[in-house]
């Protein structure tokens, strides 16, 4: 059942990129993030409250969970909305990847969490990875700018989240119940993206189309929900060691949605690229194995 677990989360936000690509278009990207966010910690609230979870936090693990959700569920996923109107949802799927390598320097100069030889090796060839399917797809791509723009964008979003784990680790460290503080840090979250939407003049109206509502739901329901309660069912039982092979077998799931949607050819490049990427994060993910964390 957990195996069934992985590969069912690993399908969910292998996916949730192309749901993404869908909204663009239709309103502003900051109304589909602040509505998918506010959402999922309406139903994790809704779970937590059934399932007689604790929801309170004290001082610090709300400061804690402020940070989080204003980097992760506002910069992060804004820059993420950004880098998916200029690349095609594989490529900033892909990118996305590296988070697990970039979170291994950061983790190491902020918390002071060491890291393995082959822990760094594995950094080194992921990024290599990334660079080589990059270079492919920036190659053909018909407006070079524009994709440079979206992987950029991408990796900018990549450390945003980076930064957003060093205070979601505090806040574990700290004692704080995993679905509390997630669901607390999408409350901070949407909230900004609220307040940033207000100043910014947007408007919050959700479109009349079903197409557009479906992919709301799919990625509040199933991306921020359900992956979650999956990835996190998994790492209580079997350790974040397993459960953080998802960030490994993301990427192909991607890429060949992207083939079959967006019509992507890849060529050699990407595919020494992802097999680099894989081969990275196998190393970073072996060499790293956090202690079980409850998710009460």
């Given at each position: 059942m957990d195996y069934a677990a992985l590969g069912l989360c690993t399908l969910i936000w292998g996916t949730t990129w192309l749901a993404i690509k869908f909204q663009l278009g239709r309103v502003d990207p900051t109304?589909?993030?602040?509505?998918?966010?506010?959402?999922?910690?309406?139903?994790?609230?809704?779970?937590?409250?059934v399932q007689r979870r604790p929801t309170r936090l004290t001082r610090r693990q709300h400061l804690y969970a402020a940070a989080q959700g204003v980097l992760v569920f506002f910069g992060g996923y804004g820059l993420v909305y950004m880098a998916e109107a200029h690349a095609v949802s594989a490529v900033v799927a892909v990118a996305f990847a590296t988070l697990a390598l970039v979170n291994t320097a950061v983790f190491r100069v902020f918390l002071g969490q060491k890291a393995s030889r082959a822990a760094w090796i594995g950094a080194a060839i992921g990024v290599s990875g990334v660079a080589a399917l990059s270079a492919g797809q920036i190659a053909s791509a018909p407006v070079k700018g524009d994709i440079v723009l979206g992987?950029?964008?991408?990796?900018?979003?990549?450390?945003?989240?980076?930064?957003?784990?060093v205070f979601t680790r505090l806040s574990q460290q700290t004692g704080s119940p995993i679905w509390a503080s997630t669901g607390w840090a999408m409350v901070y979250g949407s909230g900004a993206t609220l307040l940033f939407g207000l100043v910014k003049g947007v408007s919050f109206a959700l479109p009349m189309n079903a197409g557009y509502l479906a992919g709301l739901l799919y990625l509040s329901l199933f991306g921020s929900v359900a992956a979650f309660l999956l990835y996190y069912g998994v790492a209580s039982r079997r350790g974040f060691g397993l459960a953080s092979y998802i960030g490994v077998m993301t990427p192909p799931v991607a890429m060949a949605a992207s083939s079959l949607v967006e019509k992507v050819r890849w060529d050699l490049s990407a595919l020494i690229g992802l097999c680099l990427i894989i081969a990275g994060q196998v190393l970073v993910v072996r060499q790293s194995a956090p202690k079980p964390v409850s998710i009460d």
């Open positions: 109304a589909s993030i602040f509505w998918r966010f506010a959402i999922s910690a309406a139903v994790i609230f809704l779970i937590s409250l992987v950029g964008l991408t990796f900018a979003s990549v450390v945003v989240n980076a930064f957003g784990n």
